[in-house]
């Protein structure tokens, strides 16, 4: 079975506004038991850290969304996914804080369906 890249573009889109939106439901459904983040500070967060702070509150995404091309390469159970991603996190009446960053993930086809394993996110620093 050949790596379908559309469809995996159009998944990770669907993760992102899963959780702009703090659509806890589908989240959850797109992300691993065993699912680990890195953070552009270095900082590692299990799933359960990363969605409990998104549903909480203490997190919330006012834009993250793709500012490239999302390059694919994979196989048929594995998928890897990197492009520049815009990252604002705040109170929708307060202050944000904004950051441009390269963003990888890596997928897996778990019980028929893709599911986010990791995800790296490394600041882009103007020099």
Known sequence: MRLDAD?????????????????MTRADA???????????RGYAMSKEDYLGRI???RLRYRVFEPA?????????????LRYQAL???GEDDGDAASITC???DCYE???????AVWSQATAIIAV
Not at 30 to 40: F, R
């Open 55 to 57: 549903a909480s509150g």
């Open 87 to 89: 990252i604002s996190v």
């Open 7 to 23: 469809l995996m573009r159009d998944t990770e889109r669907d993760r992102l506004r899963s959780l702009v939106e703090a659509d």
């Open 102 to 104: 390269w963003h990888t």
């Open 30 to 40: 797109l992300h691993a038991p065993d699912y680990q983040l890195i953070t552009p």
């Open 109 to 115: 086809r778990r019980d028929a369906r893709w599911q």
């Open 68 to 80: 490239s091309e999302i390059a694919v390469r994979g196989c048929d159970e594995v998928a890897l």
